[in-house]
C-alpha cells in the first residue's frame, strides 16, 4: 500500500483539502455526482480503445480497464498485464498501474491496489481523481500559474466579457449554468445564442450547455443539471474534471491548427523551391537553345555587292542587339538570381543544395555565352569593314547626286520668273518690291556659281576613274551648264525693265498719296456726319431739344465749305486719268494708300445732303413732345403738393391717438372713425391724381422737379390706415398694432369691458387671447395672469394686457421660449444631460451651459440630469444664474 506521509510537497495541485480521507467524499450527493463525473471521463478515453465501463469501482477491480486507460491518455505502453482471473492476477495488474502512475511523479495517498480489487468506492474514486489531475489537469498552464490555479484562470479569462458570469471557484460559480454556456460561446459563438439565456433558469442553462457539448464538441455529458441545482455546493472535482474537457478541447483544436499551419508553411517552402528548381532548369534550356542557334548566324561572313545589301545585314545585326539579346541578358541574370536565391532557401530550410542537369550549370552558361559574345565581336568588325569599303566606292557618285539635286532644285522655275511681265501691272510699291527682289536673286545666282564649278569637278573625276555609271553623269553635268548661261542672259533683261517701270510709277505715286491725304480726313467728316444726322436721340426736356437744335444750325452753315473741298480732291484723281492715258500706263489696281474712291464721296455726299431736311424735321416733333410733357409735369405737382401733405397729417394724428389712449375705449372708437370718414370724403381727389399720374406713364416721364411727392408715396399713405384685426395675426405685433387692433374691436371681445372703463375679468381676458391666435392651457393661462395680474385680483387693465402684449410679441426670444427649445433637444424630458448638449450645440455654448446649470432634484431625475427649467428663467433675469 502506497503511504501517505510519501505524498506531501511533491505534487503541488493536490493539497490536503483533496485528501480522499476527509469525511465529505461521504456525502452521498457529491460520491453520485463523482460516480457520474468520473465514469463519463474514463469512458470519453476507454472508448478510443474501443471499450468503456458501467461501474466503476466493479470494472476496475481486475485492474485490465485501468491499465488499458492508463496507456490511453498517456499514449505509452504498460507493461503486459496477467491474464489469470486469481486475486493475485488481479492485484499485480492494478499494481503495476499505481507503479506507473507513481512513475509520473505522483504520490499516492492511502491508495492500495487491495482496496480497488475489493471494489472500495471510495478508494477508486480517489484513484481517478488522482490520474485526473495527473493527466488532465496537472499540464494545464496559464500565465504562470498551472494545475488548478491555471484551469480557474484559464475559466476567468475566457469568460471574463460576459457580465453575468463570474468564475471564482469550481463549485457554486457554476451553478446557473451560465459559466458553461460562455465558455462554449467564447469559443464557437454559432453553437448557442448566449443572448437568450436567462440566469434564473440554470436548468435550461446547464442542460443546454451539457448537450452542445455532447453534440458539436465530442464531451460525453459528464453532469446532471438536476444534481449541481439540487445541491447547495456542487462537487468541486466533478466540476473541475468536466471544465477540464472543455481546456483540453478547445486548447486542441488550437494545436491542431498550430499543426496544420506548420505543416502547410513547410509545404510550402518545399513547393517554392521545387518550382524554382523548374525554373531555373526550364530558363536554362531555353537560354543554350537560342545561344546554339544564334552563334552559327554571327559566324557567317558571306560578302555583299552593293551597299543596299549590307546596310540590311547591318540592320538586322541592330535588330539583335536592341531587340533579341537584351531580353536573353535579362534571362541569364534572372537565371543567376533565381539559382542564388534557390540555394540560400535550400541552405537557410535545412535542405541540401541544388544540383542542376548535366550542361546547365551556371559555368556552362556562362562558357556558352562567352562564345556568343566572341561570335558577335567578330561579325559586328567585319560588318564595319565591309560598309566602309562600299561606301568608298559610292561616296563620289552620291556626292554629285546630291549637288546636282540640290542645284536642280533651286533652279527650277528660275526661267519662268525671269520671263514674267508682272511689272507692267505692278504698283510702284510692288515694282520697288520686286526690283529688291531680283537684286536678291542675283546675288544668289552669283552664290550658286561654285556649286555648278563643283558639279563639273566631280563629273570629271568620275569620268577618270571609270565610274559604271559615268554617260548618266556627264549628260546631266551638260544639262546643268547650258541652264547656267541661259539664267544669266534672262537676269540682265528682266533688271532693265524694272528700272524703267520705277521710274514712271513714282510721278503717279505722289498723285495717289496727295489724294490719300486729302480724302481721308473729308471722308471721315462725312461719316461722322451721317452719324449724327442719323442718331436717335432721347431728351426729357425743353432744354435739352432746345440745345440738338442750336447745334443742328451751326452745323448746316458748315456745308458750303465742305463743298469746295470735295471738288479740289476730286480734280487730283483727274490729273492721275490724265497721265495714265498720255503714257499707256497699264494700272492693275487702285490707290494703294487708300480706298476711297470719288464715286464714294460723291455718294456720301448726296447722301449728308438728303439727311439735312429730314434732322429738321425730326427736332420740330421733339419738341413739341417735350412741351406736352412739361404741361403734365405740373397739372401733377400742382395736385400732389396739397393732397400730400393733408394725407402725411392726417396719419400723424391717427398716430397720436393709438399712442396717447385718452379716454374711455368707446372715445377712442369714435375718434378713428371720424378720421376714417374723413379719408373716404377726400379720396375722390386722389383718384384724380391718380388719373393724373396714368397719363405720366404712358408718356414715359420719369421725374418732376415741380414736386417731391410721387403717386407711390401717395398711395401707399392712403392705404395704410387700415383698423387693424387680431384675425390678421400672423406672427409678431408691435404694441401700437395691438392698441389699433383692440381699439378697432372697440374692446368688444370682453362681454362688459366698456362698463368697466377698460378693465376685464380673467375670463375675458382669457377669451380676447384665444381671439388673437394664442392657444392656451391651464398652466400657460395661470403663467400669463400672474404677470398681467400680480395682485391676484382676478382683473386685467388695458394698460396691463397692452404691456403684456409688447413684451409677448416683441422681436426677442422669451424665457419660456428658451425652455421650450431645451425642452426639444432632451426628448421632452423635464431635464437634459450634458451629453445632450454637447451633441446638439456648439462646444463652448455647450460647455457654458453644462457649468451653469444646476443638478436636476425632481422625481424623474437620473444621474447627471441638468435643470435646464431654472437654467432658462435664470437667463432673463427672474432667477439667479
Known amino acids: 500500500?502506497?503511504?501517505?506521509?510519501?505524498?506531501?510537497?511533491?505534487?503541488?495541485?493536490?493539497?490536503?483539502?483533496?485528501?480522499?480521507?476527509?469525511?465529505?467524499?461521504?456525502?452521498?450527493?457529491?460520491?453520485?455526482?463523482?460516480?457520474?463525473?468520473?465514469?463519463?471521463?474514463?469512458?470519453?478515453?476507454?472508448?478510443?480503445?474501443?471499450?468503456?465501463?458501467?461501474?466503476?469501482?466493479?470494472?476496475?477491480?481486475?485492474?485490465?480497464?485501468?491499465?488499458?486507460?492508463?496507456?490511453?491518455?498517456?499514449?505509452?505502453?504498460?507493461?503486459?498485464?496477467?491474464?489469470?482471473?486469481?486475486?493475485?492476477?488481479?492485484i499485480s495488474n492494478v499494481n503495476k498501474a499505481l507503479d506507473f502512475i507513481t512513475g509520473k511523479g505522483v504520490k499516492l495517498v492511502s491508495i492500495g491496489a487491495e482496496e480497488i480489487v475489493d471494489g472500495n468506492a471510495k478508494m477508486t474514486l480517489g484513484m481517478i481523481w488522482t490520474i485526473i489531475l495527473r493527466f488532465a489537469i496537472q499540464d494545464i498552464s496559464v500565465?504562470?500559474?498551472?494545475?488548478?490555479?491555471?484551469?480557474?484562470?484559464?475559466?476567468?479569462?475566457?469568460?471574463?466579457?460576459?457580465?453575468?458570469?463570474?468564475?471564482?471557484?469550481?463549485?457554486?460559480?457554476?451553478?446557473?449554468?451560465?459559466?458553461?454556456?460562455?465558455?462554449?460561446?467564447?469559443?464557437?459563438?454559432?453553437?448557442?445564442?448566449?443572448?437568450?439565456?436567462?440566469?434564473?433558469?440554470?436548468?435550461?442553462?446547464?442542460?443546454?450547455?451539457?448537450?452542445?457539448?455532447?453534440?458539436?464538441?465530442?464531451?460525453?455529458?459528464?453532469?446532471?443539471?438536476?444534481?449541481?441545482?439540487?445541491?447547495?455546493?456542487?462537487?468541486?472535482?466533478?466540476?473541475?474534471?468536466?471544465?477540464?474537457?472543455?481546456?483540453?478541447?478547445?486548447?486542441?483544436?488550437?494545436?491542431?491548427?498550430?499543426?496544420?499551419n506548420r505543416i502547410c508553411k513547410v509545404l510550402a517552402v518545399n513547393q517554392e523551391n521545387e518550382q524554382l528548381m523548374e525554373?531555373?532548369?526550364?530558363?536554362?534550356?531555353?537560354?543554350?537553345?537560342?545561344?546554339?542557334?544564334?552563334?552559327?548566324?554571327?559566324?557567317?561572313?558571306?560578302?555583299?555587292?552593293?551597299?543596299?545589301?549590307?546596310?540590311?545585314?547591318?540592320?538586322?545585326?541592330?535588330?539583335?542587339?536592341?531587340?533579341?539579346?537584351?531580353?536573353?541578358v535579362q534571362e541569364k541574370c534572372q537565371l543567376e538570381i533565381n539559382f542564388n536565391t534557390l540555394q540560400t532557401k535550400l541552405r537557410l530550410s535545412n535542405r541540401p543544395a541544388f544540383?542542376?542537369?548535366?550542361?546547365?550549370?551556371?559555368?556552362?552558361?556562362?562558357?556558352?555565352?562567352?562564345?556568343?559574345?566572341?561570335?558577335?565581336?567578330?561579325?559586328?568588325?567585319?560588318?564595319?569593314?565591309?560598309?566602309?569599303?562600299?561606301?568608298?566606292?559610292?561616296?563620289?557618285?552620291?556626292?554629285?547626286?546630291?549637288?546636282?539635286?540640290?542645284?536642280?532644285?533651286?533652279?527650277?522655275?528660275?526661267?519662268?520668273?525671269?520671263?514674267?511681265?508682272?511689272?507692267?501691272?505692278?504698283?510702284?510699291?510692288?515694282?520697288?518690291?520686286?526690283?529688291?527682289?531680283?537684286?536678291?536673286?542675283?546675288?544668289?545666282?552669283?552664290?550658286?556659281?561654285?556649286?555648278?564649278?563643283?558639279?563639273?569637278?566631280?563629273?570629271?573625276?568620275?569620268?577618270?576613274?571609270?565610274?559604271?555609271?559615268?554617260?548618266?553623269?556627264?549628260?546631266?553635268?551638260?544639262?546643268?551648264?547650258?541652264?547656267w548661261d541661259a539664267l544669266g542672259a534672262l537676269t540682265q533683261k528682266?533688271?532693265?525693265?524694272?528700272?524703267?517701270?520705277?521710274?514712271?510709277?513714282?510721278?503717279?505715286?505722289?498723285?495717289?498719296?496727295?489724294?490719300?491725304?486729302?480724302?481721308?480726313p473729308f471722308n471721315n467728316w462725312m461719316e461722322g456726319a451721317m452719324e449724327d444726322l442719323q442718331d436717335t436721340f432721347i431728351v426729357h426736356t425743353i432744354e435739352e431739344i432746345q440745345g440738338l437744335s442750336t447745334a443742328?444750325?451751326?452745323?448746316?452753315?458748315?456745308?458750303?465749305?465742305?463743298?469746295?473741298?470735295?471738288?479740289?480732291?476730286?480734280?487730283?484723281?483727274?490729273?492721275?486719268?490724265?497721265?495714265?492715258?498720255?503714257?499707256?500706263?497699264?494700272?492693275?489696281?487702285t490707290n494703294p494708300y487708300t480706298t476711297i474712291n470719288p464715286q464714294e464721296i460723291n455718294a456720301k455726299w448726296d447722301k449728308v445732303r438728303q439727311l439735312v431736311p429730314q434732322r429738321d424735321q425730326a427736332l420740330i416733333e421733339e419738341h413739341a413732345r417735350q412741351q406736352n410733357n412739361e404741361?403734365?409735369?405740373?397739372?401733377?405737382?400742382?395736385?400732389?403738393?396739397?393732397?400730400?401733405?393733408?394725407?402725411?397729417?392726417?396719419?400723424e394724428e391717427i398716430g397720436r391717438i393709438s399712442i396717447e389712449m385718452h379716454g374711455t375705449l368707446e372715445d377712442q372708437l369714435t375718434h378713428l372713425r371720424q378720421y376714417e370718414k374723413s379719408i373716404v370724403n377726400y379720396k375722390p381727389k386722389i383718384d384724380q391724381l391718380e388719373g393724373d399720374h396714368q397719363l405720366i406713364q404712358e408718356a414715359l416721364i420719369f421725374d418732376n422737379k415741380h414736386t417731391n411727392y410721387t403717386m407711390e408715396h401717395i398711395a401707399g399713405a392712403g392705404s395704410s390706415y387700415s383698423p387693424p384685426s387680431p384675425a390678421d395675426h400672423s406672427g409678431t405685433l408691435g404694441a401700437e398694432e395691438f392698441k389699433a387692433c383692440l381699439i378697432s374691436l372697440g374692446f368688444d371681445i370682453a362681454n362688459d369691458a366698456q362698463k368697466r372703463s377698460g378693465i376685464m375679468d380673467a375670463e375675458d381676458f382669457k377669451t380676447c387671447l384665444i381671439s388673437v391666435g394664442y392657444n392656451l392651457g391651464e398652466n400657460e393661462f395661470s403663467r400669463i395672469m400672474s404677470i398681467v395680474d400680480p395682485n391676484r385680483m382676478g382683473i386685467v387693465t388695458f394698460q396691463a394686457f397692452i404691456d403684456f402684449m409688447s413684451r409677448e410679441t416683441a422681436?426677442?426670444?422669451?424665457?419660456?421660449?428658451?425652455?421650450?427649445?431645451?425642452?426639444?433637444?432632451?426628448?421632452?424630458?423635464?431635464?437634459?444631460?450634458?451629453?445632450?448638449?454637447r451633441r446638439e450645440l456648439p462646444p463652448d455654448q455647450a460647455e457654458y451651459c453644462i457649468a451653469r446649470m444646476a443638478p436636476y432634484t425632481g422625481p424623474d431625475a437620473v444621474p447627471g440630469a441638468l435643470d435646464y427649467m431654472s437654467f432658462s428663467t435664470a437667463l432673463y433675469g427672474e432667477s439667479d444664474l
Not at 9 to 31: S, V
Not at 413 to 439: N, R, V
Not at 635 to 640: K, L, T, V
Request: aromatic share 8%; charged share 30%; net charge negative.
Open 279 to 328: 525554373d531555373y532548369e526550364k530558363l536554362a534550356t531555353d537560354l543554350l537553345e537560342w545561344i546554339r542557334r544564334t552563334i552559327p548566324w554571327l559566324e557567317n561572313r558571306l560578302p555583299e555587292n552593293t551597299m543596299q545589301a549590307m546596310q540590311q545585314k547591318l540592320e538586322d545585326f541592330r535588330d539583335y542587339r536592341r531587340l533579341h539579346k537584351p531580353p536573353k
Open 552 to 589: 443742328h444750325e451751326q452745323f448746316k452753315a458748315t456745308l458750303p465749305d465742305a463743298d469746295k473741298e470735295r471738288q479740289a480732291i476730286l480734280g487730283i484723281h483727274n490729273e492721275i486719268a490724265k497721265i495714265v492715258q498720255t503714257y499707256h500706263v497699264n494700272m492693275a489696281g
Open 631 to 651: 404741361r403734365l409735369r405740373r397739372q401733377f405737382a400742382n395736385q400732389a403738393n396739397v393732397i400730400g401733405p393733408w394725407i402725411q397729417n392726417k396719419m
Open 494 to 520: 528682266r533688271s532693265e525693265a524694272l528700272q524703267r517701270t520705277e521710274k514712271l510709277l513714282e510721278t503717279i505715286d505722289q498723285l495717289y498719296l496727295e489724294f490719300a491725304k486729302r480724302a481721308a
Open 1 to 90: 500500500m502506497h503511504n501517505m506521509d510519501d505524498y506531501d510537497g511533491e505534487i503541488d495541485y493536490m493539497h490536503q483539502e483533496d485528501d480522499w480521507d476527509r469525511d465529505l467524499l461521504l456525502d452521498p450527493a457529491w460520491e453520485k455526482q463523482q460516480r457520474k463525473t468520473f465514469t463519463a471521463w474514463c469512458n470519453s478515453h476507454l472508448r478510443k480503445a474501443g471499450t468503456q465501463i458501467e461501474n466503476i469501482e466493479e470494472d476496475f477491480r481486475d485492474g485490465l480497464k485501468l491499465m488499458l486507460l492508463l496507456e490511453v491518455i498517456s499514449g505509452e505502453r504498460l507493461a503486459k498485464p496477467e491474464r489469470g482471473k486469481m486475486r493475485v492476477h488481479k
Open 355 to 483: 544540383m542542376p542537369s548535366e550542361g546547365k550549370m551556371v559555368s556552362d552558361i556562362n562558357n556558352a555565352w562567352g562564345n556568343l559574345e566572341g561570335a558577335e565581336k567578330g561579325y559586328e568588325e567585319w560588318l564595319l569593314n565591309e560598309i566602309r569599303r562600299l561606301e568608298r566606292l559610292d561616296h563620289l557618285a552620291e556626292k554629285f547626286r546630291q549637288k546636282a539635286a540640290i542645284h536642280e532644285a533651286w533652279t527650277a522655275g528660275k526661267e519662268d520668273m525671269l520671263q514674267k511681265h508682272d511689272f507692267e501691272t505692278a504698283s510702284l510699291s510692288e515694282i520697288k518690291a520686286l526690283l529688291k527682289k531680283h537684286e536678291a536673286f542675283e546675288s544668289d545666282l552669283a552664290a550658286h556659281q561654285d556649286r555648278v564649278e563643283q558639279i563639273a569637278a566631280i563629273a570629271q573625276e568620275l569620268n577618270e576613274l571609270d565610274y559604271y555609271d559615268s554617260p548618266s553623269v556627264n549628260a546631266r553635268c551638260q544639262r546643268i551648264c547650258d541652264q
Open 143 to 260: 500565465e504562470e500559474t498551472s494545475a488548478k490555479e491555471g484551469l480557474l484562470l484559464w475559466c476567468q479569462r475566457k469568460t471574463a466579457p460576459y457580465k453575468n458570469v463570474n468564475i471564482q471557484n469550481f463549485h457554486i460559480s457554476w451553478k446557473d449554468g451560465l459559466g458553461f454556456c460562455a465558455l462554449i460561446h467564447r469559443h464557437r459563438p454559432e453553437l448557442i445564442d448566449y443572448g437568450k439565456l436567462r440566469k434564473d433558469d440554470p436548468m435550461t442553462n446547464l442542460n443546454t450547455a451539457f448537450d452542445v457539448a455532447e453534440k458539436y464538441l465530442d464531451i460525453p455529458k459528464m453532469l446532471d443539471a438536476e444534481d449541481i441545482v439540487g445541491t447547495a455546493r456542487p462537487d468541486e472535482k466533478a466540476i473541475m474534471t468536466y471544465v477540464s474537457s472543455f481546456y483540453h478541447a478547445f486548447s486542441g483544436a488550437q494545436k491542431a491548427e498550430t499543426a496544420a
Open 811 to 837: 422681436d426677442t426670444d422669451t424665457a419660456d421660449q428658451v425652455m421650450a427649445s431645451f425642452k426639444v433637444l432632451a426628448g421632452d424630458k423635464n431635464y437634459i444631460l450634458a451629453d445632450e448638449l
